[in-house]
């Protein structure tokens, strides 16, 4: 199917193999051995469930970073720059909301894994 060069970690040490994408998953060219790379469905929602926590975090941090400037440079920054910040921290915030709506479904989802 497809080729391509991954790391992987095969006793004590991990090398560079080349790779086939075969039925029985990932095969050494070089060995002839196969790997299987097939993950189960809690463990994709789970790989899911934290790539949506990192970018809630990173969502958090951004809109505290332009509150935290929106307050302690009111007078001194130009209007057209508070105005954007204002808009960027609405928007942070709202897409933060929907995140974590996101978040607390795919929770929910989990139940049934």
Known sequence: MGEGVV??????DTRLGRFLMRQCGLMDVTSGQCYNV???KLDVAKEQLAYLKFWLGIMVVTDISLVGWLI???GSAP????LGAV???VIITLSGFRVHL???RHIASLEEL
Do not use: C, K, L, Q
């Open 87 to 89: 808009a960027t921290v």
């Open 38 to 40: 097939h993950m189960s």
């Open 79 to 82: 209007t057209h720059r508070v």
């Open 7 to 12: 790391y992987f970690h095969d006793g004590n």
């Open 72 to 74: 302690s440079s009111p």
């Open 102 to 104: 996101r978040i607390e």
